[in-house]
C-alpha cells in the first residue's frame, strides 16, 4: 500500500479518461440523447411502433454509454477524496479499501478504453448476427442454440436491444440457424471479432452410450445498414418465398403464413424472418437484412478483405476460432489471442466481454502488422 503513488495513479486515470472523451466524442453523445429524448416525449410516438423501438433503443443504449463514462469520472473523483481522507487520518483500512477500488476503476477504464479501438468505417453501428449449426449432427445444432442464448444474454446484461428476425428449429433439438439484431451504439465492432467457427466439445446428452462429442456452429456478423448507404437492389434479382413460422418441434407458430424468405439470386444470399405478424413487416425485415449483408459483402470485395466483413466460415475441422471444452477438462479458449476461461458456464450464460476485448485488441495488432 505504501508503494503506491497515489496522485500519479488518479491523474494517469484522469488523462486516460479524457482521451476516452474525445474519442466517443461526449459532447455529441448528450446532443443526441437530447435529441431523442424530444422525439420520446412526442405524443404520437408509438404510432409507428418500428421507429418508436429503434428510437427508444438507441436513446437507452447510448443514456447506459454515457452513464458508464459519467460514472467512471466520479468513481475517480470519490477514489481521490477516499485516499486523501485515509491519509491525513493515517487509516490503514480505508487505505487498503482504496487500494481495492483503485484496481477496479482500472479494470473498467481498461474496458471502456477498449471501444477507442473501434475505429473502423462500420464499427459504430449495430450488428445483425447470423448462428448457423455445423458438422455434428443434433448436438451441433443444440450448440447453436446455446451460442444464441449466449450473444443474447450478452447484449441483455449491457441493456442492448435484441430483435430476433428468424429462427429455424431443428426437428430434434436446437436450431438449424437464427438471425437477429443488436441494437446498441459499436455493437457491429465489438461483435464482428465473434466471427468465425465455434467448436464444442462434451458428453453429447444426446448419445445414449454417453460418448464424448465434437460439433461445430458458425457466426457470422455485418453492419447494420443506414439511409446514407449505397445499395441498389433489382426486385427482378430476389425470389420471394412466403411459408408458415414453425416453433420447436414443428409447431405451427403463425395461423398464417406470413413469414418471409427471400433469395438473392445473383449471390445465393438467404434470408428470413418471422417475427412479425404481417407478411408485409417481415418482408421489410428481410429486405433490412439483406440489404446489410450486400453492403458487406459489397465492401468486403471492394477492400478484398471478405473475411473481415463478413467470414468464409465453413463449421468444421480446422476453422475454428475458439473451442469449448466441457469434458475431459473444463475451459474456453480463443485460438487467435490465447485468452481463455475456465468457467464455461459463465461464458455461455454472457460473460463474454474478456473474449471481446481480448479479440479487438488481436485484431487491432494484426491490422498494423498488415499496414
Same mark, same amino acid.
Given at each position: 500500500?505504501?508503494?503506491?503513488?497515489?496522485?500519479?495513479?488518479?491523474?494517469?486515470?484522469?488523462?486516460?479518461?479524457?482521451?476516452?472523451?474525445?474519442?466517443?466524442?461526449?459532447?455529441?453523445?448528450?446532443?443526441?440523447?437530447?435529441?431523442?429524448?424530444?422525439?420520446?416525449?412526442?405524443?404520437?410516438?408509438?404510432?409507428?411502433?418500428?421507429?418508436?423501438?429503434?428510437?427508444?433503443?438507441?436513446?437507452?443504449?447510448?443514456?447506459?454509454?454515457?452513464?458508464?463514462?459519467?460514472?467512471?469520472?466520479?468513481?475517480?473523483?470519490?477514489?481521490?477524496?477516499?485516499?486523501?481522507?485515509?491519509?491525513?487520518?493515517?487509516?490503514?483500512?480505508?487505505?487498503?479499501?482504496?487500494?481495492?477500488?483503485?484496481?477496479?476503476?482500472?479494470?473498467? /477504464?481498461?474496458?471502456? $478504453? !477498449? *471501444? &477507442?479501438?473501434?475505429?473502423?468505417?462500420?464499427?459504430?453501428?449495430?450488428?445483425? %448476427?447470423?448462428?448457423?449449426?455445423?458438422?455434428?449432427?443434433?448436438?451441433?445444432?443444440?450448440?447453436?442454440?446455446?451460442?444464441?442464448?449466449?450473444?443474447?444474454?450478452?447484449?441483455?446484461?449491457?441493456?442492448?436491444?435484441?430483435?430476433?428476425?428468424?429462427?429455424?428449429?431443428?426437428?430434434?433439438?436446437?436450431?438449424?440457424?437464427?438471425?437477429?439484431?443488436?441494437?446498441?451504439?459499436?455493437?457491429?465492432?465489438?461483435?464482428?471479432?465473434?466471427?468465425?467457427?465455434?467448436?464444442?466439445?462434451?458428453?453429447?446428452?444426446?448419445?445414449?452410450?454417453?460418448?464424448?462429442?465434437?460439433?461445430?456452429?458458425?457466426?457470422?456478423?455485418?453492419?447494420?445498414?443506414?439511409?446514407?448507404?449505397?445499395?441498389? /437492389?433489382?426486385?427482378? $434479382? !430476389? *425470389? &420471394?418465398?412466403?411459408?408458415?413460422?414453425?416453433?420447436?418441434?414443428?409447431?405451427? %407458430?403463425?395461423?398464417?403464413?406470413?413469414?418471409?424468405?427471400?433469395?438473392?439470386?445473383?449471390?445465393?444470399?438467404?434470408?428470413?424472418?418471422?417475427?412479425?405478424?404481417?407478411?408485409?413487416?417481415?418482408?421489410?425485415?428481410?429486405?433490412?437484412?439483406?440489404?446489410?449483408?450486400?453492403?458487406?459483402?459489397?465492401?468486403?470485395?471492394?477492400?478484398?478483405?471478405?473475411?473481415?466483413?463478413?467470414?468464409?466460415?465453413?463449421?468444421?475441422?480446422?476453422?475454428?476460432?475458439?473451442?469449448?471444452?466441457?469434458?475431459?477438462?473444463?475451459?474456453?479458449?480463443?485460438?487467435?489471442?490465447?485468452?481463455?476461461?475456465?468457467?464455461?458456464?459463465?461464458?455461455?450464460?454472457?460473460?463474454?466481454?474478456?473474449?471481446?476485448?481480448?479479440?479487438?485488441?488481436? *485484431?487491432?495488432?494484426?491490422?498494423?502488422?498488415?499496414?
Amino acid at each position: 500500500m505504501a508503494g503506491i503513488d497515489y496522485d500519479a495513479e488518479i491523474k494517469q486515470l484522469l488523462a486516460t479518461m479524457k482521451t476516452i472523451g474525445s474519442v466517443l466524442n461526449i459532447d455529441r453523445m448528450r446532443g443526441e440523447i437530447a435529441d431523442l429524448s424530444e422525439q420520446v416525449a412526442a405524443p404520437d410516438l408509438w404510432d409507428d411502433v418500428d421507429s418508436a423501438t429503434r428510437i427508444t433503443g438507441r436513446l437507452s443504449a447510448l443514456q447506459g454509454e454515457l452513464d458508464r463514462f459519467t460514472g467512471l469520472e466520479a468513481r475517480i473523483e470519490d477514489l481521490g477524496l477516499m485516499v486523501e481522507m485515509a491519509q491525513e487520518e493515517g487509516d490503514a483500512d480505508s487505505l487498503a479499501d482504496s487500494e481495492r477500488e483503485l484496481n477496479r476503476i482500472k479494470k473498467s /477504464v481498461e474496458s471502456l $478504453e !477498449i *471501444r &477507442t479501438l473501434l475505429a473502423g468505417e462500420y464499427d459504430e453501428r449495430e450488428a445483425i %448476427v447470423t448462428i448457423r449449426s455445423g458438422a455434428g449432427g443434433v448436438d451441433a445444432a443444440d450448440f447453436a442454440e446455446m451460442l444464441m442464448r449466449m450473444y443474447t444474454r450478452w447484449a441483455e446484461q449491457h441493456k442492448y436491444g435484441v430483435e430476433v428476425y428468424e429462427v429455424s428449429y431443428a426437428e430434434e433439438a436446437g436450431i438449424k440457424s437464427a438471425e437477429f439484431a443488436i441494437h446498441a451504439p459499436y455493437a457491429y465492432g465489438t461483435l464482428s471479432v465473434e466471427a468465425g467457427t465455434h467448436r464444442l466439445v462434451r458428453i453429447s446428452p444426446f448419445d445414449n452410450q454417453g460418448r464424448r462429442q465434437t460439433s461445430f456452429a458458425a457466426v457470422e456478423v455485418v453492419p447494420m445498414l443506414e439511409q446514407t448507404d449505397e445499395i441498389e /437492389v433489382d426486385e427482378n $434479382e !430476389i *425470389r &420471394t418465398d412466403v411459408f408458415r413460422s414453425g416453433g420447436p418441434g414443428g409447431q405451427s %407458430v403463425n395461423t398464417t403464413d406470413s413469414a418471409v424468405r427471400l433469395t438473392h439470386l445473383p449471390t445465393g444470399i438467404v434470408v428470413s424472418c418471422q417475427n412479425e405478424k404481417s407478411q408485409l413487416q417481415n418482408k421489410a425485415s428481410a429486405m433490412v437484412v439483406l440489404k446489410a449483408k450486400l453492403l458487406a459483402r459489397k465492401k468486403a470485395e471492394e477492400a478484398a478483405l471478405k473475411k473481415d466483413l463478413k467470414g468464409d466460415v465453413q463449421a468444421s475441422w480446422g476453422d475454428q476460432m475458439r473451442n469449448y471444452v466441457l469434458n475431459p477438462y473444463q475451459v474456453v479458449k480463443d485460438l487467435r489471442t490465447g485468452h481463455e476461461s475456465g468457467n464455461p458456464s459463465a461464458v455461455f450464460d454472457g460473460d463474454l466481454d474478456d473474449f471481446m476485448e481480448a479479440g479487438i485488441r488481436w *485484431r487491432r495488432g494484426a491490422d498494423k502488422v498488415d499496414a
